[in-house]
């Protein structure tokens, strides 16, 4: 994948479309300070996606945008394009070339691009995923990130690792792996929670369901019995009822004697109520007619007194009408003379009505006329109006075009005047310029040659300094040899001598006697009186293995002094060679040596005075390469094989061997080896010594050749010559660009005054325009002021004739209200003329019947006055006569009450035998209805038919007094028990499982749960091993890239900080140029901490380079001998990737294949102006 091109518009200085072609391996961007270089750094990294305006050098989007200049209006829109092609298949699509672009409008829209479609910021994330090309990638390295790498800000170091190693996507994945992780966390612990509501309710339906069972078992128990306390009750309810018959029969034949009896008697009863009857009925009839006497007296009595108070009543009504009838008379005469007043008075209005009417008609026709004519008047002023409005618009915009004309020709004027004084002033400062230019090159070719002579006595300098640093390092080389030899043969001295001192390997009774101050003797042991070769101390060690512990003494007494002292003591065992022995009996001949066989005799050392022991030890032993073609025909005698590395022995009757102990050969000669050390110690001491200040006396010498480098004044003088460099860069800028605005100036003038020309030649026409529309004008306003005259005058006639048709219509109005008012004040008249003469008729004929009324009542008054004192004699004696019959009836009726009060007596006997018949009858009846509720509880209770259950027989013999004990026992159990949920044994099912399916959910989400938190684990396990990889690739790239920018001497190194948590450690970086034993990284120069960011980013690139990288004046630090390193390393890598530089040095700029220069020759307007500088070698 390469860069191909970038295409800016609108973009800060950018204001024109700019496009530069990136398609080289090196592509250099040059300019002046505040020229808009980096503004194309800029502007690839925000159309790859990124959305830190600070990281833009912005305060705001709308600040991306071409904000205008003096000359030129603002830009609405910023757009940035970048191409690639995709070579390599590196990007994860079919296209060969791929653009993506970026645009924002300043009304705040943005919008991404991808081969010219529109797509968002993730699909750009997402195409770059891996491949180094990020917003915060190290494919883009600015000066300022320097210190970031330096100072790991914000973890730079390792972010830049792991875009190398590429596990982005493994972080995304675990990213995401973590979302779903959180999400099976909440669905678990919701889950949870409903398992917790759900384990409650379940346990409480399961105590309901339980309780529910032993109810319903309680319950069968009591239906059990309630079926047999049915039974037992039946069978007392049917012996009951059997004796309550019996007695029903004997109280029923009691009842029906005494009703015979009372028949009788009733029967004399009635015929002598017969007669009292007919004596009832003469007395009653005697009584009648007595009543009928008293009510006609008592009715003549009432009617004479009605009489006289309803003659009272008519002659009071008879006074009323007539007093009506007197004042009717005069009413009716003046309702007649109101009817006939209203009737004159409706005449006359009507008439008057018709007149104003007519008069309302003549008026409507007139104003319609003169309403006609007042609409043509109106509409013919409003036309001429409109038109009049439409010529001063036509006036008021040729007035404004000669205004803006005449404005436009004093600006181009002026222009015209500030151009021509701009150029004799630029032509001022381009003389004074180039007199600078001249001083300041002649000044900067003298700084050069003092810097020349500086380099050159600096330089010889540090070649002695480097010759001296040379044998320093040799001389450190050696001493730490020297001292890693010394502190070897300290410690296996300290080794042997504790091993020496405590006997180790050996029994204790030899300790014991080595230690005991009673045996006075120096016997030595007999692995200490040897010394051997180190090659054949194992193979020796196997042969003298069982004499290695003795003591060699000079005679028995010695040895068995020991002895002696080791049985007082109880220390075991101990053996001694006596030496005069040796010397006495000689030495035992050694055999002829055979072809191939080294004698024992031969690799060892020892005093004279053992020799004789050595010989009879080791005379007949021979040390052989290997033992394999050893057989016993080749043993001569009682001659030992043994094999050199100690695994084998041969004689000629017996073979040993086997493996070798880690410890093996290190016994004999202890004693020896341990005085060599103490003098090989003495030597290598005295060497160190003699180094140490070989040492001092080089770093003396080294630090007063670095008093003598005067490193501050050529960087001084360096200073001054690039600042004499960029000011005579910026002389010769500042001339070009006063050169190029005259030339700009210059054909601004000739525009201007084309410009002037041509509004010279409008203006005249606008004018002649003008006047046109003026006259027009004049004509139209005096054409206007006629018709409005007119109008006036017939507005006014108009008017005047409205004004008389509302009043007349007004009175008109009036007039029919006044009408109308006569009509129902005429109709109301004479309905009360109607009602008055209606009312007088029938007073009248009242009248002659209340007097009629009069005269009649007057005469019933007086009239039955004699009838009435007849009737009050008849009354006299009627009223004896019905008291003598009255008290005869009595007498009999007496008779009669006493026979029925005999047959009282006997009703009530009857009664008492009813009562007790009906006792039990209700003894019956209740028995009844005990065995119906009996039935309908069974068959309610318990869907138990009670005649079904009869026909079975008893299943206990309980009385029924036990059956009832045990029914209530039950009973109030099922009332302890209360309130049942007879549901709750179905839900209580249904519930559990559901638990069990929310159980089994829980566990799916469990195993989820232990899958992603495996996956996550193989993700990181995946990413650190990458990451571990890529690291340690790094290190090896970064320790080799170091001693190419700097020396082979210097040392440099990458660590983890915590190597067990790879996945969060830092990466700390070492480095140590030649001479400098810096505590941090922040105490290096600003040259060698870029030299050491670029070793780290170039050894990335050696792992995973990325398509492009662009260094944002990141060489500003460095020297021209570092510069040279610096191109030359990145003409390196240019192969695999492309580099876009930003830079003010010139070794860099003659390093690169094309390059771009950045110009402001208008004010605020970046301009490119590019050279290929392939073309010239």
């Not at 040796?582 to 030495?587: I, K, L, Q, V, W």
């Not at 899958?1011 to 990413?1023: D, R």
């Not at 001998?1121 to 070794?1147: E, L």
Request: glycine content about 4%.
């Amino acid at each position: 994948m390469r860069l191909k091109s970038l295409d800016i518009k609108g973009f800060k200085s950018f204001a024109d479309k700019t496009q530069i072609l990136l398609d080289n391996p090196i592509t250099g961007i040059v300019g002046p300070n505040g020229c808009g270089k980096s503004n194309i750094i800029d502007a690839i990294r925000w159309v790859i996606g990124e959305h830190k305006i600070k990281s833009l050098r912005s305060d705001n989007l709308e600040d991306l945008v071409f904000n205008g200049s003096r000359s030129r209006s603002a830009s609405g829109m910023a757009e940035v394009s970048l191409t690639f092609e995709n070579t390599r298949n590196l990007l994860p699509t079919e296209f060969t070339t791929v653009t993506i672009t970026r645009k924002f409008y300043k009304s705040g829209e943005s919008e991404y691009r991808l081969n010219d479609v529109t797509c968002r910021l993730k699909d750009i994330h997402n195409l770059f995923l891996d491949t180094g090309v990020s917003n915060d990638s190290y494919a883009i390295i600015e000066l300022g990130m320097v210190d970031d790498i330096i100072k790991d800000k914000e973890g730079s170091r390792r972010r830049m690792l792991e875009q190398a190693a590429g596990i982005s996507i493994y972080k995304t994945r675990k990213k995401e792996a973590k979302q779903k992780l959180d999400a099976t966390q909440q669905d678990l612990s919701r889950i949870e929670d409903l398992l917790f509501e759900i384990g409650n309710n379940l346990r409480t339906l399961e105590s309901q369901a339980r309780k529910a069972e032993r109810y319903f078992q309680i319950k069968n128990e009591y239906k059990e019995i309630s079926v047999e306390l049915a039974k037992a009750s039946l069978e007392e309810f049917n012996e009951k009822y059997q004796a309550l018959n019996e007695q029903h029969e004997i109280e029923q034949d009691k009842k029906m004697k005494i009703e015979t009896e009372i028949s009788g008697d009733e029967a004399v009863i009635e015929a002598n109520k017969v007669k009292l009857v007919q004596k009832e009925q003469e007395l009653n009839g005697l009584q009648k007619q007595f009543n009928e006497l008293v009510n006609r007296i008592r009715q003549l009595e009432s009617d004479k007194k009605l009489a006289a108070q309803r003659l009272d009543h008519l002659q009071d009504r008879e006074k009323s009408l007539n007093q009506f009838l007197g004042n009717a008379g005069e009413q009716l005469k003046q309702l007649k003379e109101s009817i006939a007043f209203a009737e004159q008075q409706i005449t006359v209005e009507a008439e008057s009505l018709q007149e104003q009417r007519d008069q309302l008609e003549n008026l409507r026709n007139t104003l319609d006329e003169k309403r006609e004519t007042f609409d043509i008047k109106k509409r013919k002023l409003e036309e001429e109006r409109h038109n009049l409005q439409q010529f001063q618009r036509r006036q008021f915009d040729a007035e404004k075009k000669v205004a803006v004309a005449d404005t436009s020709v004093m600006n181009l004027q002026r222009s015209m005047q500030q151009i021509q004084e701009e150029k004799a002033q630029r032509a001022l400062q381009i003389a004074q310029l180039n007199r600078e230019k001249q001083d300041t090159d002649a000044h900067l070719q003298q700084k050069q040659d003092d810097l020349q002579a500086l380099v050159s006595r600096h330089e010889a300098i540090k070649n002695k300094i480097l010759e001296s640093q040379e044998q320093l390092e040799s001389l450190r080389a050696r001493s730490v040899e020297e001292n890693r030899k010394l502190d070897a043969r300290r410690n296996e001295h300290d080794l042997l001598k504790s091993l020496v001192d405590s006997l180790e390997g050996y029994p204790d009774s030899i300790k014991f006697l080595k230690k005991n101050k009673e045996w006075n003797s120096n016997a030595p042991l007999l692995s200490d009186i040897f010394v051997a070769r180190d090659e054949y101390r194992t193979a020796l060690e196997y042969v003298l293995d069982s004499y290695l512990n003795y003591y060699v003494v000079k005679d028995v007494q010695e040895a068995a002094q020991a002895v002696q002292l080791l049985e007082s003591h109880k220390k075991g065992k101990a053996n001694f060679f006596l030496l005069d022995q040796f010397g006495a009996g000689g030495a035992t001949a050694a055999s002829e040596p055979q072809e191939g066989l080294v004698p024992a005799m031969s690799v060892i050392q020892v005093d004279e005075q053992y020799k004789a022991l050595a010989q009879h030890l080791l005379g007949h032993v021979y040390i052989a390469e290997s033992t394999d073609n050893v057989t016993g025909a080749t043993v001569h005698n009682n001659n030992v094989i043994i094999e050199k590395s100690g695994k084998t022995l041969r004689g000629k009757y017996n073979l040993g061997g086997g493996s070798i102990g880690l410890f093996e050969g290190n016994k004999i000669g202890r004693a020896k080896n341990l005085e060599r050390l103490a003098s090989d110690i003495e030597s290598l001491t005295t060497s160190t010594a003699q180094l140490k200040q070989q040492i001092s006396e080089t770093q003396t010498r080294i630090t007063g050749f670095n008093q003598e480098l005067n490193d501050r004044a050529i960087d001084q003088a360096r200073n001054e010559i690039n600042k004499l460099s960029n000011q005579a860069i910026n002389l010769g800028h500042r001339i070009e660009n006063y050169e190029q605005l005259n030339l700009t100036g210059e054909k601004r003038l000739q525009d201007l005054q084309d410009q002037f020309a041509e509004l010279q030649e409008g203006i005249s026409d606008t004018r002649t325009e003008l006047e046109e529309i003026t006259e027009q004008l004049q004509s139209l306003q005096a054409a206007i002021q006629k018709a409005a005259e007119e109008f006036a005058a017939v507005e006014q006639d108009f008017n005047m004739a409205t004004q008389q048709y509302n009043n007349q219509n007004i009175q008109h109005t009036r007039q029919q209200s006044k009408i109308e008012n006569l009509k129902q004040e005429f109709s109301f008249r004479n309905n009360q003329l109607t009602d008055l003469e209606r009312q007088i008729t029938s007073n009248r004929e009242q009248l002659k019947e209340t007097s009629a009324q009069i005269s009649e009542t007057s005469g019933k008054l007086h009239f039955g006055d004699n009838e009435l004192y007849e009737l009050m004699q008849k009354k006299d004696v009627d009223e004896r006569n019905l008291s003598e019959k009255d008290r005869t009836y009595y007498e009999f009726r007496n008779a009669i009450s006493e026979h029925e009060s005999k047959i009282s007596r006997q009703r009530r006997e009857k009664e008492q035998a009813e009562t007790l018949l009906s006792g039990i009858r209700e003894k019956l009846g209740a028995m009844k209805l005990q065995v119906a509720g009996m039935k309908e509880r069974l068959n309610v209770e318990f869907k138990v038919d009670l005649e079904a259950i009869l026909e079975e027989g008893r299943k206990n013999d309980m009385t029924v007094e036990e059956l009832n004990a045990e029914a209530d026992r039950l009973k109030k159990r099922l009332e302890n028990i209360g309130e049942v949920n007879p549901t709750a044994i179905e839900a209580y099912s249904e519930m559990k499982v559901r638990h069990d399916f929310i159980v089994d959910q829980k566990k799916d989400l469990e195993d989820a749960h232990n899958t992603l938190m495996a996956t996550i684990e193989e993700i990181e396990n995946t990413a650190n091993a990458k990451f571990r990889e890529t690291f340690d690739a790094v290190r090896t790239n970064f320790v080799q890239v170091f001693k190419a920018l700097f020396t082979e001497e210097d040392a440099a190194d990458l660590k983890l900080t915590d190597p067990d948590n790879i996945a969060d450690s830092g990466i700390e970086i070492y480095a140590q140029p030649k001479g400098k034993r810096p505590s941090t990284l922040t105490q290096l120069s600003g040259g060698e901490k870029t030299l050491t960011s670029t070793a780290f980013l170039f050894a990335i690139y050696l792992i995973k380079p990325a398509p492009f990288c662009i260094l944002d004046e990141v060489d500003a630090p460095l020297d021209d001998a570092n510069v040279g390193k610096f191109t030359q390393m990145i003409r390196k890598f240019s192969d695999n990737s492309q580099f876009i530089i930003v830079t003010h040095n010139k070794q860099t700029m003659a390093a690169v294949d094309v390059i771009y220069g950045v110009t402001m020759q208008e004010a605020g307007v970046s301009k490119l102006v590019p050279v290929d500088f392939r073309s010239l070698n």
